[in-house]
């Protein structure tokens, strides 16, 4: 549902590249893809950034895409040990979100 709001990112390299990114910060060589990367990308600082930055609904279609389109992103979320962080955030802009709909809706139809 979201994705049909933002249809812009729906660019076929945009999603390649989701499904393909490495985390640059982990020191491994051996997930590294063989090309060279047009940027590095550090799942921590990106994690930490999406928490941040969760209010706003291209963050929450980002992390979306990561999660459900990159297993390595996936993996790196899961093995974390502070996912609660994440998950808070996530229920926090629900809540606002849920609440805002329902106030709207509520002044809509005069209930």
Known sequence: MVSLNYKKYDD????ER??????FSS???SDQP????????SYAKLFDTICEQIHSDE?????YMLVHRN???KSYI???SDIEHLA???IMFSFHLICTVTLRESIIFNV
């Open 12 to 15: 076929y390299h945009f999603s």
């Open 18 to 23: 989701i499904k393909t990114e490495r985390d």
């Open 27 to 29: 020191g491994s060589e």
């Open 34 to 41: 063989t090309e060279a990367p047009s940027f590095k990308l």
């Open 59 to 63: 963050t929450t279609l980002l992390l």
């Open 71 to 73: 297993s390595s992103f």
């Open 78 to 80: 899961m093995a974390r």
């Open 88 to 90: 808070s955030s996530l």
